[in-house]
């Protein structure tokens, strides 16, 4: 890489970002007042970008607007969460006469709690379910489910896996924040059946392994099939549970990907839109293990949450997916991503610009040489180029797109062809226009 590139790319980015700034005023002051609540004006990290994030202020389908009444087609979805859009009809109805006929705040157990749980049970191949408010919930109380079943303490997790905000494995490192640091083992590579195999056989006292079938913060890494049964066989050989965490991955087949990838997890974790938009955590897998929440047993481990069962989630939830994502709409949406990803590798042949990923999640990436084998962050540790990720998030805002900034796109049900055909079309064309600093 000549630093006459280096230096163009820089200037590119320099002037994208004043434009950003100079097309965006109201997000601009909204972030100054922001600042005088919030720490950065921020309650979410991940939505912080420098020099100051755009706020939105109203979401129709497929589509957002930003406090500038900039439109932009949402290619965030919600970091998967936002699969059926912002407006979907039979999640209003479902709302509104949930309201009406029910009502919220219950304090007691109901029926919809059971046609949820059943739902999700038979869809997923669960034996048997519990429901949380968010997928970091859901880990947290599976983990404290196999501690409990194993009498044992110990999780491995690998390098890039992320299981929630006070469970993440950035560079084969538990983060500062994450809760029983000390317990986790991180194994240095996701994908590198040796190594792990290794540690889950070496590992004394070790409870669980826990694993996404795709790593999803981690850059939409699939985890190899051979990789994914041999982690779950070396798990039992030494009498831990193999835990597969599919808060992000149970979109991608009609069963979860587990169960496409013939796995036989003793516990899955689920969330995001299996919520129907509302906040949502599920866990559940083999009734031994699942029987230690069990509460008419002496000694069951309490799982308790005001919210497990609130009327609003478990009717929208249950709506969604029974109505909405259909198995036969997850196989369509899947296919159209693969279709989306291979077209935008085709306009981007040759650059610096690489897609990962698997059906409808996509990862963005930017690296300064060609990457033949890309099955762990590792392998492009040291070769990723932050400026021109940044410049293609501000180009791609300018184009009517909004995606996310670390590089992710996740698809929604009502996303149009032709207009995935226009992302293509602007992301070949960024390409183009860049060609002096993304040319490999
Ligand atoms: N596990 C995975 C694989 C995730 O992607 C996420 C969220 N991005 C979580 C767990 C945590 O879910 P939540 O944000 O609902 O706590």
Redesign the pocket.
């Known amino acids: 890489m000549s630093s006459v590139s280096h230096e163009s790319a820089k200037a590119a980015l320099e002037a994208a970002e004043a434009r950003f700034i100079a097309n965006n005023p109201l997000s601009k002051k909204q972030h100054e007042l922001a600042i005088g609540a919030l720490p950065g004006g921020n309650t979410r990290t991940l939505l912080h970008t420098s020099p100051f994030p755009l706020t939105m202020k109203q979401g129709k389908g497929a589509h957002v607007w930003d406090e500038d009444g900039h439109k932009y087609l949402d290619l965030v979805g919600e970091?998967?969460a936002g699969l059926y859009g912002h407006t979907n009809p039979i999640i209003r109805e479902t709302m509104l006469s949930t309201f009406d006929n029910v009502g919220l705040s219950l304090g007691s157990t109901t029926v919809q709690e059971h046609k949820h749980a059943s739902l999700l049970c038979s869809r997923f191949k669960l034996k048997r379910v519990r429901m949380a408010n968010?997928?970091?919930?859901a880990?947290m109380h599976a983990l404290a489910g196999a501690r409990h079943y194993t009498s044992r303490r110990k999780v491995i997790v690998f390098s890039g896996g992320?299981?929630?905000?006070v469970f993440s494995f950035p560079n084969g490192k538990a983060a500062p924040n994450t809760v029983d640091k000390d317990d986790f083992v991180v194994v240095a590579r996701y994908n590198d059946i040796g190594l792990a195999v290794d540690t889950i056989r070496s590992t004394p006292d070790l409870a669980a392994v826990l694993v996404?079938p795709m790593q999803?913060?981690g850059g939409c890494i699939p985890g190899s099939k051979e990789f994914l049964h041999a982690i779950q066989d070396a798990a039992h050989e030494v009498g831990a549970l193999f835990i597969l965490?599919e808060?992000?991955t149970s979109r991608l087949a009609p069963h979860g990907l587990g169960f496409e990838l013939g796995l036989k997890p003793d516990l899955v974790?689920m969330?995001?839109y299996l919520g129907g938009g509302l906040?949502f955590?599920a866990f559940g897998g083999r009734e031994e293990v699942m029987a230690v929440y069990d509460p008419r047993v002496e000694g069951s481990l309490a799982h308790s949450g005001t919210f497990n069962n609130n009327t609003l989630v478990t009717s929208v939830g249950y709506e969604a997916l029974k109505r909405v994502f259909t198995e036969e709409a997850c196989v369509e949406l899947n296919e159209r991503g693969d279709g989306l990803r291979e077209r935008l590798k085709q306009v981007t042949k040759g650059t610096k610009i690489m897609f990962s990923g698997r059906g409808s999640l996509i990862g963005v990436h930017f690296v300064d040489e060609a990457v033949e084998v890309f099955t762990c962050g590792e392998d492009i540790q040291g070769k990723e180029r932050r400026d021109l990720r940044d410049l293609f998030w501000f180009e791609m805002l300018e184009a009517g797109y909004w995606t996310t900034r670390r590089g992710f796109v996740a698809l929604i049900l009502e996303t149009e062809e032709k207009e995935l055909e226009g992302f293509v079309e602007a992301v070949g064309k960024f390409a183009e226009r860049h060609r002096d600093i993304m040319a490999l």
């Open positions: 970091l998967t968010t997928g970091t919930e880990n992320y299981h929630g905000a996404e999803g913060a965490d808060v992000m974790t969330g995001k906040a955590g």
